[in-house]
């Protein structure tokens, strides 16, 4: 880039934002001109280009997500970012796959979105990806949290490939749904999803259910089977829970990567294929690697990209929208009345550490609206081994209560002003709750705190918490 200022430009049917842009781009000595609709922008880009574009999604007139298609064709090279407060799956696809520099969900630090300008300017003229429609109907795969986000725009990023990739997270994330929707938003939509979990097979039968067999090859063999690879030709195989596979069938999925080539079980003609693999697991692999249980060189070939399904615990924020997703499939499914659930009863669930995750989630609303009496659920239908009733709930809510008693405890002591004592421990606790909530992400976690990231960072410095 050359000396002068950046000249970014702002399409955003909301005034507000669209004034808080354009005070943060100036103040941080960018010249900053804002749009209403897209239409005006298209008027005005015909007599000059700026040096990178923030546009909103969903506005009156012309959508972001149609503006991004014809600037891919006028303005190839124009980085565009793109925001908005619908943060989901599609939003995020379909602004990648227009060619969005990236994709930012409000509400956004405005201390990120200006550095995001800095990097969408210093990396002017990144590749072109295809336009086209999201496609697709992932309905499970929702969430507003900042981990979820980050996996909606690896799914974007990589909406136009077909590069192996390696799912890691722990049991009942959604593994499986990431990969489908990772299938559904690739070149390889219209062709097979074959998903196959490795550890639910003996060994001695996986190798023919991956690879397929001959007639004859083994007692019982009585006629030729077609294995997951040749039923996932031209399209995607999902392997899961990988890091259970026997080191000999290792080096077979090794060789089908490198080479798109095998042999069924007793087969002397060899099998070309054209597939993508997508794997998954929730171990550790690096450790495995280490410890011999895990090829070296499978690992490096499965771990092309990666990306990390979250646990529930770190996207608390997610459950009431997940909750009442659920809730609404378990109706469907069971034949049932559709039951709603109310704000204590959520507050109770947020505060739960769902060990299994969405799985045990999905199962807790069939549960519930089968076992819930009324059509409302309420805190005294949650069941104490969800966090219900006698449980930690209900301790959290007479937290008070304690601080009461220790209140009254440090005063007969006579031992300082009690906020001076107790004003650290507060904040040394919340902070540290948070940092867990967000994976240690200080932004999200300051956000989650109601600061600004500098006064989570000079909070943490002075309470000895780095």
Same mark, same amino acid.
């Given at each position: 880039? &050359?000396?002068?200022?950046?000249?970014?430009?702002?399409?955003?049917?909301?005034?507000?934002?669209?004034?808080?842009?354009?005070?943060?781009?100036?103040?941080?000595?960018?010249?900053?001109?804002?749009?209403?609709?897209?239409?005006?922008?298209?008027?005005?880009?015909?007599?000059?280009?700026?040096?990178?574009?923030?546009?909103?999604?969903?506005?009156?007139?012309?959508?972001?997500? &149609?503006?991004?298609? @014809?600037?891919?064709?006028?303005?190839?090279?124009?980085?565009?970012?793109?925001?908005?407060?619908?943060?989901?799956?599609?939003?995020?696809?379909?602004?990648?796959?227009?060619?969005?520099?990236?994709?930012?969900?409000?509400?956004? /630090?405005?201390?990120?979105?200006?550095?995001?300008?800095?990097?969408?300017?210093?990396?002017?003229?990144?590749?072109?990806?295809?336009?086209? /429609?999201?496609?697709?109907?992932?309905?499970?795969?929702?969430?507003?949290?900042?981990?979820?986000?980050?996996?909606?725009?690896?799914?974007?990023?990589?909406?136009?490939?077909?590069? &192996?990739?390696?799912?890691?997270?722990?049991?009942?994330?959604?593994?499986?749904?990431?990969?489908?929707?990772?299938?559904?938003?690739?070149?390889?939509?219209?062709?097979?999803?074959?998903?196959?979990?490795?550890?639910?097979?003996?060994?001695?039968?996986?190798?023919?259910?991956?690879?397929?067999?001959?007639?004859?090859?083994?007692?019982? %063999?009585?006629?030729?089977?077609?294995?997951?690879?040749?039923?996932?030709?031209?399209?995607?195989?999902?392997?899961?829970?990988?890091?259970?596979?026997?080191?000999?069938?290792?080096?077979?999925?090794?060789?089908?990567?490198?080479?798109?080539?095998?042999?069924?079980?007793?087969?002397?003609?060899?099998?070309?294929?054209?597939?993508?693999?997508?794997?998954?697991?929730?171990?550790?692999?690096?450790?495995?690697?280490?410890?011999?249980?895990?090829?070296?060189?499978?690992?490096?070939?499965?771990?092309?990209?990666?990306?990390?399904?979250?646990?529930?615990?770190? @996207?608390?924020?997610?459950?009431?929208?997940?909750?009442?997703?659920?809730?609404?499939?378990?109706?469907?499914?069971?034949?049932? %009345?559709?039951?709603? =659930? /109310?704000?204590?009863?959520?507050?109770?669930?947020?505060?739960?550490?769902?060990?299994?995750?969405?799985?045990?989630?999905?199962?807790?609303?069939?549960?519930?609206?089968?076992?819930?009496?009324?059509?409302? =659920?309420?805190?005294?239908?949650?069941?104490?081994?969800?966090?219900? !009733?006698?449980?930690?709930?209900?301790?959290?809510?007479?937290?008070?209560?304690?601080?009461? !008693?220790?209140?009254?405890?440090?005063?007969?002591?006579?031992?300082?002003?009690?906020?001076?004592?107790?004003?650290?421990?507060?904040?040394?606790?919340?902070?540290?709750?948070?940092?867990?909530?967000?994976?240690?992400?200080?932004?999200?976690?300051?956000?989650?705190?109601?600061?600004?990231?500098?006064?989570?960072?000079?909070?943490?410095?002075?309470?000895?918490?780095?």
């Amino acid at each position: 880039m &050359t000396d002068r200022a950046l000249n970014v430009w702002v399409v955003d049917d909301d005034q507000s934002v669209r004034w808080v842009l354009e005070k943060a781009l100036r103040q941080a000595n960018m010249e900053a001109r804002s749009f209403e609709r897209a239409e005006h922008l298209l008027e005005a880009i015909a007599h000059t280009e700026p040096d990178v574009l923030i546009t909103d999604v969903r506005m009156p007139g012309m959508s972001g997500i &149609t503006l991004l298609e @014809r600037l891919r064709t006028t303005c190839p090279s124009l980085p565009i970012i793109v925001i908005t407060a619908h943060s989901d799956l599609e939003n995020a696809v379909a602004a990648y796959k227009g060619g969005a520099f990236e994709y930012l969900p409000k509400p956004f /630090d405005i201390d990120e979105a200006i550095e995001l300008v800095r990097k969408a300017a210093r990396q002017n003229g990144h590749a072109e990806q295809d336009a086209g /429609d999201a496609g697709g109907d992932i309905p499970s795969l929702i969430g507003q949290a900042p981990a979820m986000q980050e996996v909606f725009r690896s799914i974007g990023r990589l909406a136009g490939s077909s590069m &192996t990739v390696l799912i890691t997270g722990e049991s009942g994330t959604g593994k499986e749904l990431i990969a489908r929707a990772l299938h559904e938003h690739s070149p390889r939509a219209n062709k097979p999803f074959i998903a196959l979990n490795t550890s639910a097979i003996a060994a001695d039968l996986l190798e023919s259910e991956l690879f397929g067999h001959e007639k004859g090859s083994f007692t019982g %063999a009585d006629a030729r089977r077609i294995g997951r690879f040749e039923q996932a030709d031209g399209g995607t195989l999902f392997l899961d829970e990988i890091g259970d596979m026997s080191p000999a069938l290792q080096t077979r999925l090794l060789r089908v990567l490198a080479e798109s080539e095998f042999y069924r079980v007793g087969g002397q003609t060899p099998i070309r294929v054209d597939v993508r693999v997508i794997a998954a697991t929730n171990q550790d692999l690096a450790r495995a690697v280490k410890e011999s249980r895990f090829r070296e060189d499978l690992y490096h070939r499965l771990n092309v990209i990666r990306i990390d399904s979250p646990p529930l615990r770190q @996207r608390r924020a997610d459950i009431p929208l997940l909750f009442n997703h659920y809730l609404a499939e378990a109706a469907k499914e069971l034949g049932a %009345a559709p039951k709603s =659930i /109310d704000a204590g009863a959520l507050e109770m669930l947020q505060g739960y550490d769902w060990p299994g995750n969405v799985r045990q989630l999905v199962n807790a609303t069939r549960r519930l609206t089968v076992t819930a009496p009324g059509a409302v =659920i309420t805190t005294e239908d949650i069941p104490t081994d969800l966090g219900g !009733s006698a449980s930690s709930y209900r301790a959290a809510q007479d937290w008070t209560q304690g601080l009461a !008693s220790w209140a009254e405890q440090q005063l007969k002591t006579a031992s300082g002003p009690l906020l001076e004592t107790a004003l650290p421990e507060f904040e040394k606790t919340l902070i540290r709750i948070a940092m867990s909530q967000t994976g240690g992400h200080r932004q999200e976690a300051a956000k989650l705190l109601g600061w600004g990231r500098n006064t989570l960072t000079r909070k943490m410095k002075s309470l000895h918490l780095d």
